[in-house]
């Protein structure tokens, strides 16, 4: 079934371990976001990326790491997990991306089904 | 400020009500507009695009003014099934999220 996973669906994680979320899309979309999602904020990107090659800062960037090393995945690393990065973690792609593709629905945004984790 | 602000609500309203909802944005730049759907502790979910013309989808109606620079969504004849978080997004590259506006209709 066509679409994103992402991975772990859950965790729980000590302070100050290293931790990475997985994202891949069998989609061949441009481009890839990571958001968080907490109550009363609701959702605000991380990172995003283009196209495969090239990342970018969302609001809420720091404490977090991404790659974008081929077309289909987009891990986001956490280096050293704190507290307040226990959150709700969705990632999501879109046609869209490259000069030239924009479309009507490039920029629709297809979601993962979200990777809850809390730092202890 | 956070780039796109939206009405947190709650909005609580009964089984045919009309509703409606604003989000203002701020980068003039954006291009793209959308709302989202998302149901608790699910994934959002498309809704629907919102053109620069209005565009109408059954029940729901979304409007765009550039002008002013915020989005709209009506929903007519409220459902049960209505009962969801709305939120708007707003971009071009980067993809921007209101913080939702909570909807339950009430039998």
């Known amino acids: 079934i066509a679409g994103i996973t992402q991975a772990p669906t859950s965790q729980i994680l000590a302070a100050g371990r290293r931790m990475t979320l997985r994202c891949t899309q069998d989609?061949?979309?441009?481009?890839m976001y990571w958001y968080r999602q907490d109550l009363g904020l609701g959702l605000r990107l991380i990172h995003y990326s283009n196209t495969a090659g090239t990342t970018g800062k969302g609001e809420v960037p720091d404490g977090y790491s991404v790659s974008r090393a081929n077309t289909d995945d987009f891990p986001l690393t956490l280096a050293s997990a704190v507290p307040s990065q226990t959150s709700v973690y969705f990632c999501?792609?879109?046609?869209?991306?490259?000069?030239?593709?924009?479309?009507?629905?490039?920029?629709?945004?297809?979601f993962g089904a979200g990777s809850r984790l809390t730092v202890l | 400020r956070k780039e796109v602000e939206q009405d947190p609500g709650p909005f609580n309203v009964p089984e045919g009500a009309t509703v409606a909802f604003n989000c203002t944005y701020s980068n003039s730049a954006s291009q793209s507009f959308f709302w989202y759907r998302q149901d608790c502790r699910k994934e959002p979910k498309l809704l629907m695009s919102?053109?620069?013309s209005g565009n109408e989808d059954g029940r729901f109606t979304a409007q765009l003014n550039r002008a002013s620079q915020y989005i709209s969504l009506l929903i007519r004849d409220s459902k049960l099934s209505d009962s969801a978080t709305y939120l708007c997004v707003v971009g071009h590259n980067d993809m921007r999220f209101g913080a939702g506006t909570r909807l339950t209709v009430k039998p």
């Open positions: 999501a792609s879109s046609k869209a991306g490259l000069a030239g593709k924009q479309g009507a629905g490039a920029n629709v945004l297809t």
């Open positions: 919102v053109y620069s």
């Open positions: 989609m061949r979309h441009n481009a």
